[in-house]
């Protein structure tokens, strides 16, 4: 359900996370689909533990994980102001003041060095402009990244607390150079392809991994999306999107 609201910043109002989440965003540029869901599903946070996203936008992810895990806390970098004072209003929106806080400001850029239990983050999918078709100024910054992918996963690994975990979701043709950079002191990585339909290569996969942990890499079974006819999503996916069921990702091999 999405309804228009009419601001000098052009937003829409939309339910996210079925109806958990009311969430304003940009009318024209980048806007939240199910990755933020997925990412915010995979944290797998303890009671108190202190997460933090890299480039929040306007919260989808953020107060998605907020509401998944009601006593973690979070908070949230965005270097765009304009996104960043959006996210600090749904931050609101959704009485969410004393769970979650912002910051503006370029998280790889940031000063936090061992401070989170948890670092997340769906990062620009591209790093080089001659990939794609040149977006519009309003979707380039969520689509290309001014850092290669390696600079967010460092960052993210030197702001995690020892034995704290990094989760992202990317495109799937990126497995080789995540797994390349999370080689470097992490373990128990587990990675979840998510597939669009049944029967058609992965798009995306959300990866975890823990800072300084030893244990095996686990690839888990593929997540189908979407059903057949008449069916938009599959019910374990619809589960996730709407809030009602987690992502497990369990760095863990059955043996038997």
Not at 233 to 252: C, T, V
Request: charged content about 25%; overall charge positive; some cysteine.
């Amino acid at each position: 359900m999405t309804e228009r609201i009419e601001t000098a910043r052009a937003v829409s109002r939309t339910h996210y996370l079925g109806e958990q989440v009311l969430l304003d965003q940009p009318v024209k540029g980048y806007r939240a689909g199910i990755d933020a869901a997925l990412l915010a599903s995979a944290l797998n946070l303890k009671p108190g533990a202190l997460a933090c996203e890299f480039g929040c936008g306007a919260g989808a992810a953020l107060l998605s994980a907020a509401r998944l895990y009601p006593e973690a806390r979070f908070l949230g970098l965005e270097r765009d102001p304009e996104m960043a004072a959006l996210c600090a209003s749904n931050i609101a929106l959704n009485a969410l003041e004393g769970q979650v806080s912002l910051e503006t400001g370029d998280a790889l850029a940031a000063g936090y060095r061992e401070a989170f239990e948890a670092v997340f983050f769906n990062p620009p999918f591209f790093d080089d402009e001659s990939a794609l078709r040149p977006p519009s100024d309003s979707k380039r910054g969520a689509w290309i990244s001014d850092a290669p992918l390696d600079d967010w996963i460092r960052k993210g690994l030197k702001a995690l607390r020892p034995k704290g975990a990094l989760t992202l979701v990317h495109r799937a043709d990126r497995l080789p150079d995540i797994l390349a950079s999370l080689a470097r002191g992490t373990g128990d990585v587990v990675v979840q392809p998510i597939h669009s339909h049944a029967g058609k290569p992965a798009k995306r996969v959300v990866v975890r991994a823990v800072k300084g942990a030893r244990g095996p890499f686990t690839l888990l079974s593929g997540l189908v999306i979407h059903g057949g006819e008449g069916e938009r999503y599959r019910p374990e996916a619809l589960a996730i999107l709407h809030g009602r069921q987690r992502l497990s990702m369990r760095a863990s091999v059955e043996t038997g």
